[in-house]
Every structure is written in structure tokens, then in C-alpha cells.
């Protein structure tokens, strides 16, 4: 299989160099407007440039598109007019407007989803078995400041990660109502959904990274890290005493066994195997189209 990479930046980067690994791709083309920055990325692995777009969509299976936001929908409608299979990065368009419009211009059939990498990450798979009835939930995704990113407020540039596990893992088809407060680059949402409230925040002022997820039900406490790959249950207490007038309980505590992986390698792998006639990819174009709704609600309420 021939797989491109439309963009040399970070992520397109990072998706030359785990495609340029796996087995089932032969071959890796890389195409960007600066072709000194796609010249350095195909060299670090051995890829080949293609000089234009429309040169490499001639000659591969299938695409990852990893241009800066603002750019996903005109690239991505060039790739779906050319009948190319594409993993479109997150956010899947710049707004919710967009995101339709691409939803509609895409043939049916055409392998097309959207790269929310935390779907993918095993911490999401260890706590969707786990969890039956959750009463509240609590993520948080912080990162330091980064002049990498430009054109998205922080909803779409680090919420929409755990606006797409809430949304689409947690609880999919549930409607809810949302406030929120914040600005472009800290923001803080609070979802209400049936029983279960949901408080979301994500921050690049942060001084320390943070990726976690909080998660209580009635017998059980979830905490996992997403960076660490690391989930820790805490199960109902079967006992509680006074100690000298404190109140004490024992809690069984389990750390679960996580299989560590890269969430990107996994992702790449099920794109591939879907562009193959394997199981369709997860994050679908439309689920990537519900959480720009859902951040624009949050947009909206601050």
C-alpha cells in the first residue's frame, strides 16, 4: 500500500514516521507547500516527496491529511473529488459550517474519518468496559503555551479530545445541556446529562501537562492518566470504623494491567485496515462533525 501525508508539520511528522514503519505500507509520499520542510520529513525515513498535490493523490491508497485547521476542508475536498481514502486530523474542519459542508461533499462509501488519537488511547478502552453508570465525570487536558498553534481556541485544539470520549464513548446518543466559562485559551464546561453531571477543562496556560480522567459511580472511582497509560479503580469500601473519633474506611484499591501502545500507531493501523475492507474506522465524519457542534454550544455559552 501507498499512503501520503498532506503537511510536513508536527503531526504530519509524526503520521510520516509511524506509516513509514508499518508493514502494510510499501511506500510513504509526502506533499506540503514548503518542500524544504517535506524534503527534511521524507529524508529522516526514507519517504518521497511528491511536488504537488495533485501528483501524489495520482499515486497512493490512501491519505492523512495534516495541514493546519483552517485548511482541512479545502484539502480535504480535493482528496474526496479525487476518490482518495482519507484521516482527516482534528478538528475534522475550522467550524461547524465547514464540517458540514465536507460531510456532504464526500461520496458515499469513501473511507473517511477523523484522527481524535485518544479514541484510541487503551486508558479509553479500560474505562468504557468498566463503566455502566457513571454519576459524574471529571477530564482535564492542560498543556503549557505553544506558538505552534494557530487558528482554534483551546475547545477545539484540546477539549475536542474529551468532548469526543464524552460525546461518543461515555455517553453516545445522550442529549445534554451545557454552560461553560473561559476564554480562547482556558475554558471550562460543565455538562448535564440525565443523572450524571460532566466537568471538561482544558488550558495552554497550564505550567504542567495534564491529561486525566475522573470518573465515580456508585461501587466504583476511576482515575486514569492518559499520558501515562495507567488506570486505578477504587472499589466501594466493604468496611468503615472510628479510630479515636476519625472516621476510617478501607477501600480495595486495583491497578489495572493497561497494554501500552502509541494511540497514533493504533489509529494509522485501523485507518489502513478499513481502507483494506477491514472494519470500518471508529471516529467517523460525522461523530467529528458532532463534537465542532458540541464545542461550538461551548463556544457559545461563555
Known sequence: ????????????????????????????????LNRDAAVQTAADVGATVAPTLEGLLDGVDAVSICVPTPHHLAVAERVASAGVPMLVEKPVCASLAEGERLLESVP?????????????????????????????VEMKRHNPASSRIEGTSVVEDLMIHDIDILANVLFPGVSCRISAAGDSDICSALFAMGACHAHISASRRSSKKIRSLYIEEEGLTIEGDFMTQEVYVYRKPDRYSSNGGRYVQENIIEKLLVNRVEPLRVELQAFLA???G??????????GVENLRIADAIRAAL
Open 274 to 276: 478499513a481502507v483494506s
Open 1 to 32: 500500500m501507498r499512503v501520503g501525508v498532506i503537511g510536513a508539520g508536527v503531526m504530519g511528522k509524526n503520521h510520516v514516521r509511524v506509516l513509514s514503519e508499518l508493514r502494510s505500507v510499501d511506500e510513504v509520499l509526502v506533499c506540503d
Open 108 to 136: 458515499r462509501g469513501l473511507v473517511a474519518g477523523v484522527g481524535q488519537i485518544e479514541r484510541f488511547n487503551p486508558v479509553v478502552g479500560e474505562v468504557a468496559r468498566l463503566v455502566s453508570h457513571p454519576l459524574y
Open 278 to 287: 477491514g472494519p470500518a474506522f471508529p471516529v467517523t465524519l460525522a461523530e
